[in-house]
């Protein structure tokens, strides 16, 4: 069954950095997401992508984060300088014109 | 604006028996998808059951199955046989018809399965 892949797992970083968190979505989806949870609390739409540019986002996606699909086939998700309220769990997913939605398996992120 | 509640932050069950997890939901829209998805330790999330509105018929997928109340705006999820591996984080989730839409998630049910 085609999955969505998360790189990399888990991510540490020092407040301030930038980090790149990294997706493979399913090869014919068209529709990509970027979901966070913050331990403990529920998942939070971050951004969605189609046709090579963003279609919403939310309040959290504000001009420290930003999305492109560089090569057609990544999806990335870069925060430009992270902030301890940034750790959490990152999940990346992917749609058809359907309503076939199919998660990553996340990446933690942890801002020290 | 949509919202979804889970009004159950945690629920517990017997093995082998039956347990009910609520969901409402506020919508102004008639046709959208409802989801429920499981989220073990691991933290990733599994779909684990889909409802269409327009779909009078209430989705079951092999020991879950949904009751789907279109007029109260209620979603609930079913599991009978409860096994030790159910046990997880519980999501109820809303997605408009809108091709691309996002998912609009409750805040979750914990629910563990004693043996």
């Known amino acids: 069954e085609p999955e969505v892949t998360q790189t990399p797992s888990h991510q540490v970083t020092q407040m301030g950095q930038e980090v790149i968190l990294r997706c493979v979505p399913i090869?014919?989806?068209?529709?990509f997401y970027w979901y966070r949870q913050i331990l403990g609390q529920k998942v939070e739409f971050l951004v969605s992508?189609?046709?090579?540019?963003?279609?919403?986002k939310s309040e959290i996606f504000d001009d420290q984060f930003s999305v492109e699909r560089p090569d057609g086939s990544n999806f990335t998700l870069k925060i430009r300088s992270t902030k301890l309220e940034d750790s959490a769990m990152y999940f990346c997913?992917?749609?058809?014109?359907?309503?076939?939605?199919?998660f990553g398996s996340g990446t933690r992120l942890t801002v020290v | 604006a949509q919202t979804v509640t889970q009004s159950q932050p945690e629920m517990s069950v017997q093995e082998a028996e039956t347990v009910t997890l609520s969901c409402t939901y506020d919508?102004?829209?008639?046709?959208?998808?409802l989801f429920w998805y499981k989220q073990p330790p691991s933290r990733q999330m599994i779909l684990v059951i889909r409802?269409?509105?327009?779909?009078?018929q209430n989705a079951t997928e092999n020991r879950f199955s949904v009751n789907f109340q279109k007029a109260a705006k209620s979603f609930s999820l079913k599991i009978s046989d409860s096994q030790l591996g159910d046990a997880a984080m519980y999501f109820c989730?809303?997605?408009?018809?809108?091709?691309?839409?996002?998912?609009?998630f409750g805040q979750g049910t914990e629910l563990s399965v004693k043996p």
């Open positions: 090869s014919n989806h068209l529709y």
């Open positions: 409802q269409e509105a327009y779909k009078q």
């Open positions: 997913a992917s749609s058809t014109q359907g309503y076939g939605y199919t």
């Open positions: 919508t102004s829209e008639s046709d959208y998808y």
């Open positions: 989730a809303y997605r408009s018809l809108n091709q691309g839409g996002k998912l609009i």
């Open positions: 992508f189609y046709n090579n540019e963003i279609s919403e």
